[in-house]
């Protein structure tokens, strides 16, 4: 007989990890859908898939006699194609991807309801002598497609299609939006995987009354605890190993920096949302509870901390309060590695911090931890 | 100091949670080989009463030994000389009862040989490979008290072991037990609201209520509390004016 598979901890890692690749959904969640979010992200913001605007055209007759035409309208019946009551005019380049404007001309009333809707970004008052726009100047949608028509109006579609070579477009890899992206989602694939995989099923145990059940036996306590986060690490690791392959052989994303490092800084974060998840599980037995407190911990990080976008939109006041928050720190060492060649001499005080954070996170969580 | 004549001596024990005392001040003693069922209504205080005993719980007030031992200071030794079994304990979804099996066996430092033994003895072979949400409620219970058997327990503390199961399932969960009783010393506290279990399966009867032992003895000899009665349901009528399962 060998002895290590009567080893309780053993026994207890292969237990965790059995639970863990026998459920059908924690594969999709933890391996496909993270690869169809970098595929679906990786292929709209690499693509030059042009741009879409979409305005009202509201008709000023004020002034306008006869036969004569407002501005705009006149223009776009020269110039687009016209079906039903929509003229479309795509601008063409080759650099910065086909424009595709569609003008819904409409009354007043209609333009604001397509404007709630979502159908239109821009309302567009055409009067005899040019146009005027209203629109929410903080949607940069809005924005684009005002910017798109007053240029078209003032200058037509030339300004669009000209000087295509003064563009060089980045196309160098780690220049592009899916080299800033999945180093963000391998960090948010550790957070997500510790805070749910840890302490949601620490919290599920001792609902259903088994962590009661197993400290009533001569099991080591700090081996259960090493043998879930053993088992979660392992498969973290398969996670992420197998999005970058995709990543690799789709995208062409590369490390350009130190290969250790990566890993350095991969095993300090687990460290880190290890200890976070068992510090979150540590008192409630009730999964609701639970599952509130882990939202509570993982929804802002995952909104404010640039997995998806630079986190450099929001106010400076903001920002330094932002960058050391454990996530935000992991997503931009991921992309300094990744992006930016970065080595272990670079990171290596990330990784210290966020290893501490996970011990003490660990410790404090052991020291008021309920097991029954 | 504590008398070695008996595995489990209980004495004076209190026990409160905020506001409400589980446990008032309940002392028992049970002998090795004997099997003991404590019975009453939901917050009679059995569970407190048996989760102290299981060291889940610490005393406010009295003293706990099992085979002269305290759980204060000897831990270890007493998680290997006690089995239990849970009311409502849900193990691992996605383990084999196999897996669980070996899994609770590792923290006995037990091989496959003693869980196959098990296994024979609770009459669940054939399920060996099934995953635990495809037992039925009455194989859970009987997974769960072979996982409560598989270090030889000196004592066996089972809360509501039946609770829930059908005639049939309960009829074979009381067969192990009686298996138990005649070709091992082991001794039995068992919780339960059904009578016909107690009576059924145990020396001596501990009927409580609010924290307080009513009554204890031989079924007969508690029968007779308060002049004859039929049932235990009837006495403990006439003891509290409420019925047992309640």
Redesign the interface.
């Known amino acids: ?1 060998n002895k290590i598979t ?3 901890l ?3 890692i ?2 965790h990890f ?2 863990i690749i ?2 059908p959904s924690v594969i999709f969640w933890g391996v496909v859908f993270p690869i169809l979010m970098a595929w679906g992200l990786g292929i709209a913001f690499t693509q030059k898939g042009g741009v879409q605007a979409k305005l009202a055209v509201v008709i000023n007759l004020e002034g306008v006699s006869g036969n004569q035409q407002t501005k705009l309208i006149s223009w776009l019946t020269a110039n687009a194609q016209k079906k039903d009551s929509v003229y479309t005019i795509t601008l063409k380049n080759e650099k910065l991807g086909n424009a595709t404007l569609s003008f819904f001309e409409t009354s007043s009333s209609n333009a604001f309801t397509l404007l709630k809707k979502g159908k239109v970004s821009v309302i567009i008052e055409d009067q005899l002598n040019g146009s005027s726009y209203r629109f929410d100047p903080a949607n940069a949608e809005a924005k684009a497609a005002y910017h798109l028509a007053a240029d078209l109006e003032a200058h037509g579609p030339l300004f669009y299609t000209e000087n295509q070579s003064q563009i060089q477009p980045l196309t160098l890899s780690g220049t592009r939006y899916v080299d800033f992206l999945i180093p963000g989602l391998l960090a948010m694939g550790i957070m997500m995987a510790c805070s749910w995989g840890i302490s949601y099923t620490i919290i599920d ?1 001792r609902s ?3 962590l ?3 400290v ?4 080591k306590k700090s081996n259960l605890l090493f043998a879930l986060i053993t088992a979660r690490f392992t498969m973290n690791l398969a996670e992420a190993i197998l999005l970058f392959l995709f990543a690799w052989l789709y995208f062409g994303v590369k490390i350009q920096g130190s290969f250790s490092a990566l890993i350095v800084l991969f095993i300090s974060a687990n460290i880190a949302f290890s200890g976070i998840a068992i510090l979150i599980s540590s008192r409630t037995a009730n999964t609701e509870v639970g599952n509130g407190m882990i939202n509570a911990i993982v929804t802002p990080m995952m909104v404010v901390s640039g997995v998806f976008f630079s986190y450099h939109n929001f106010p400076d006041w903001a920002i330094p309060a932002i960058q050391y928050l454990p996530l935000t720190m992991i997503t931009d060492t991921f992309r300094s590695i990744f992006n930016e060649g970065a080595g272990f001499l670079d990171v290596w005080r990330e990784a210290l911090v966020l290893t501490i954070t996970g011990i003490v996170s660990f410790v404090i969580g052991l020291k008021i931890f309920k097991w ?1 | 100091m504590s008398d070695s004549e008996y595995i489990v001596e209980v004495r004076q024990v209190k026990k409160s949670f905020k506001d409400v005392q589980a446990v008032k001040g309940v002392s028992l003693k049970i002998k090795p080989g004997e099997f003991v069922a404590l019975l009453g209504p939901n917050g009679a205080g059995k569970t407190t009463l048996v989760e102290m005993i ?3 719980q610490h005393p406010d007030e009295g003293e706990i030994f099992i085979a002269g031992k305290q759980w204060k200071h000897h831990q ?1 030794e007493l ?2 000389m ?1 089995g ?1 079994s ?1 009311q ?8 084999t009862a196999y ?1 669980t099996m ?11 040989d003693r869980v196959n033994e098990v296994f024979s003895l609770i009459g669940l072979d054939e399920k060996k490979k099934a ?1 635990v949400d495809n037992l039925s409620g009455g194989q859970r219970q009987r997974l769960a008290l072979g ?1 409560a058997l598989l ?1 030889k327990p000196k004592i066996l503390l089972l809360d509501e072991p039946t609770t829930g199961l059908d005639p049939n399932a309960r009829r074979e969960i009381w067969n192990i037990l009686l298996d138990l009783k005649k070709n091992h010393n082991t001794s039995l506290i068992l919780t339960s609201h059904y009578m016909e279990e107690a009576e059924y399966l145990c020396d001596r009867i501990i009927i409580m209520d609010q924290g307080n032992i009513l009554g204890e003895g031989t079924l007969q000899e508690i029968l007779a509390l308060g002049g004859g009665h039929r049932s235990l349901d009837e006495l403990f009528i006439s003891l509290t004016g409420r019925h047992l399962y309640e």
Not at chain 2, 102 to 112: E, G, H, I, T, V
Request: aromatic share 12%.
């Open positions: 007989m009567n080893h309780q053993y026994r207890l292969v237990a059995a639970e026998r459920e145990r259903k009354k088994l009661r059940r197993m009533a036996t001569p099991m029954y | 299981e060291g889940i270890h998680h290997q006690i239990l849970l409502e304990t849900r193990f691992m979804d996605k383990l897996e070996r899994l609770f066996a590792s923290f006995y430092k037990l091989n496959s995953y996982v270090n």
